[in-house]
């Protein structure tokens, strides 16, 4: 037996009431400092989503003085997030940032980019004349220069990307807390709570070409603002995800493709699960949020269960979210959509191989010309459940609109399952009035 998880277990069991508690004390869907809760020390509250289940996500909420940390630069936020060794590095910790923290920055804290990551061998005029499918062909890339290219990918990943271990609360002080041109990355780590940041532009300086992705290839990016990979019992709450001042939309055309320089916003993946993702903002991204990341993945059976609630998610091209496999809650959710580039409506939720999901009272303003059909799309999924939402304040049939766009196909309207870990469901009328209200970073 592991004793150090049994004690864990133990431990959260008998302090989650207490510290759920206090979370309860803030009040009022937008969370808080009512009450003088330190948001920093709330855990998620009892039947919050997903990440409520069983014993529950306090993060830090139980830290000692001394493992809470102020940071304010990329080498005190790794300091603070990898500080301990042995037993103590599950002990709770409490992450606060100030300020913006950027993530591609040496070690004197001075802006680094493209050249300072480029292997020596590596070029992007080169790459582009070798692997040109008009002559190199639809293979993948090979040799000298996809090698050099994989260098240079290797290390900006070692820079940019930030892992955050168990048993943590990062929690930015005040609404300007951010971190950008980087990726926060839980990996194989439980009961982490996120809340309160502004994150932008996880910027891939070196994206891969694939000739066989889709009709003509697509160019792929490695990171997301945050990612989830085994992850369970996570609370992501009042955080404002974008691209930052380099939208993809801006990038330059290579074989015919755009150059695509970000992944996703918010991406949950490799049998995560329990996770609560409430009150954030999602904006002008294409590929905004993926739960599932393959339909080979059959291990992710019975995992990804994931509830999104009270976001908004605005000007989204797609993926808001995409889900394979996952039961996934989506209620009280915002839409904004537009039909003008960039980032023109694809569609809002994205039904995929073996998914569970169950949508309730969520809303819709669209511009003329979105009607129900795009509202989601079918991928490869078989199920969808969805009841009391609104499209301009009117109600809408999204299982209709789904079996009129793919007629032929059987779609069930059972899921097989009904979400119990949520509180009150807000009526669809008052959904975009709490929402924008709420949502985003600098809220609490």
Not at 140 to 146: D, F, H, V, Y
Not at 408 to 426: A, F, I, Q, R
Request: hydrophobic share 35%; charged share 20%.
């Amino acid at each position: 037996m592991n004793t150090r998880f049994s004690r864990r277990t133990a431990c959260l069991a008998a302090i989650t009431c207490v510290v759920a508690l206090a979370g309860c004390a803030a009040g009022g869907p937008g969370g808080g400092q009512a009450g003088g809760i330190d948001p920093a020390r709330q855990a998620l509250v009892s039947k919050d989503g997903w990440a409520a289940d069983g014993t529950g996500t306090t993060g830090g909420a139980r830290a000692r003085p001394d493992r809470v940390f102020d940071v304010r630069n990329r080498a005190e936020l790794v300091a603070a997030l990898g500080r301990a060794d042995g037993d103590a590095a599950s002990e709770p910790r409490i992450v606060r940032v100030h300020g913006a923290i950027d993530l591609s920055v040496d070690d004197a804290n001075r802006s680094i980019g493209f050249e300072a990551f480029r292997d020596p061998a590596f070029s992007w005029d080169a790459y582009f004349q070798a692997y040109d499918p008009a002559t190199w062909g639809r293979q993948p890339p090979a040799g000298p220069l996809e090698d050099a290219r994989l260098r240079s990918a290797r290390n900006q990943a070692a820079r940019v990307v930030v892992t955050v271990p168990s048993n943590t609360t990062l929690i930015g002080v005040g609404a300007d807390a951010s971190i950008v041109n980087g990726m926060l990355l839980l990996s194989k780590v439980e009961n982490i709570i996120i809340r309160n940041l502004r994150f932008a532009d996880a910027f891939d300086h070196f994206p891969a070409w694939d000739p066989k992705d889709n009709a003509g290839g697509e160019w792929n990016s490695e990171y997301d603002n945050v990612s989830l990979r085994g992850a369970r019992h996570v609370w992501i709450d009042h955080c404002s995800f974008g691209d930052g001042t380099r939208p993809d939309n801006t990038a330059q055309t290579a074989f015919g493709r755009p150059m695509q320089h970000h992944d996703g916003l918010l991406d949950i993946t490799l049998q995560s699960s329990f996770v609560t993702v409430s009150y954030n903002h999602f904006k002008e991204h294409d590929k905004t949020s993926l739960v599932g990341s393959s339909d080979g993945q059959t291990d992710d059976e019975g995992q990804l269960k994931v509830s999104f609630h009270h976001n908004l998610w605005e000007y989204t091209k797609e993926r808001s979210p995409r889900v394979r496999y996952g039961q996934v809650h989506l209620y009280n959710n915002l839409y904004v959509v537009r039909t003008a580039q960039p980032y023109a409506h694809g569609y809002s939720i994205g039904i995929g191989f073996r998914s569970r999901i169950f949508s309730e009272n969520n809303a819709w303003e669209t511009p003329p010309g979105v009607g129900t059909k795009a509202l989601t799309k079918l991928w490869k999924g078989s199920a969808f459940r969805d009841r009391g939402s609104l499209l301009n304040g009117q109600p809408v049939d999204l299982l209709a609109g789904l079996r009129d766009a793919n007629p032929g196909v059987s779609v069930d309207g059972e899921v097989g399952w009904t979400p119990w870990l949520h509180g009150v469901v807000e009526p669809t009328g008052e959904v975009a009035r709490s929402v924008r209200a709420s949502a985003g970073a600098g809220r609490l």
